[in-house]
């Protein structure tokens, strides 16, 4: 914390500009983190509060148009590209999607304040024809409400950041702690993805040649293959495998009304 | 997906790899029908 607003207050506004940037166009730097050290700078009296927060807004925006226009042209293979960099990518674009299916365009208001979500929005209004002027609008709103929070956070606890920095310096045991408490995080994190593969193992996965061999066999009658993918529907052009049907992930409780009971279900999501 | 439909009592599986291994091995794909399509929310 310290490092950063001592470099924030050698480096400036270059600084804010670039990691707002590098946040909106989906690389894992901490954007929140410069915004309150950018705030506290501009309470100490190193950065013009007007200049910090008119040079967050614009990288923002900046790195948001370029996601937007891409996912308008790239659809879902933007959107795929972007989820295989997060931490869960099978859930990436479903969450965000469903995001949009609760708020609509309201979404873009309260996107950035949700892990996941804030990189994914551009892309998806995008791919979902938003009207580039609205979704500018909209965006110019998200951007300066995310960007005020955590500026002003900044701005009015800089002293309180300020002493919490010096506890930091003068407490070095404080670093064991951290250690400890992140090795801790850790533990749990394996423990999750223990518990999310022990999820996998009892679902049967069957190849792609054994199905196949069903579906030319006399059992194809008792075969029902599902696409519940929803990113894949972002595009056009999108293909599906022969035969398959389609159910809205974010609406099975109604879809499964419609499936049989007495069929081997396949659902492929990828 | 395939674990909620089993805790509903349908008899699921997961294809693995999905419609990119599908489409890997030259099994037969077909275009999303546009009814399909339609379902999407859009802001246009």
Known sequence: MNNLFSLIAHHEYVLIFAVVLSEAIGLPVPAALALVAGGAAAAGGTLSLPRALATAVTAMLIGDTLLFILGR??????????????????????RSAESFYKRGKTTL??????????????????????????????????????????????????????????????????????????????????????????????????????????????EKEKVMILDVRSHGYYDAKA???????????????????????????????? | MALQLREQGFNAFVIVGGVAAWKKAGKPLEPVPPSDLVKLPTFA
């Open chain 1, 109 to 218: 208001l309260i996107a950035k304040f949700i892990p996941g979500v804030n990189t994914m929005a551009p892309p998806l209004a995008g791919s979902m024809r938003m009207p580039a002027q609205q979704f500018l609008r909209l965006d110019l709103a998200g951007a300066s409400l995310y960007i005020l929070a955590y500026g002003g956070l900044g701005f009015l606890f800089r002293d309180f950041l300020a002493a919490l920095t010096r506890g930091f310096q003068a407490a070095s045991h404080v670093f064991g702690e951290v250690l400890f408490v992140a090795a801790i995080a850790y533990i749990f994190y394996r423990f999750f993805l223990y518990n999310k593969n022990k999820v996998y193992r009892v679902v049967p996965r069957v190849q792609v040649e054994e199905l196949a061999r069903k579906l030319e066999s006399d």
């Open chain 1, 73 to 94: 042209y790239m659809g879902w293979s933007l959107l795929g590209l972007l989820c295989r960099l997060s931490v869960n990518p099978e859930s990436c674009v479903l």
């Open chain 1, 239 to 270: 293909e599906r495998i022969k035969g398959s049907l389609r159910i809205e992930p974010n609406n099975l409780s109604e879809e499964l009304k419609s499936l049989p009971k007495d069929k081997d279900i396949y659902v492929y999501c990828t």
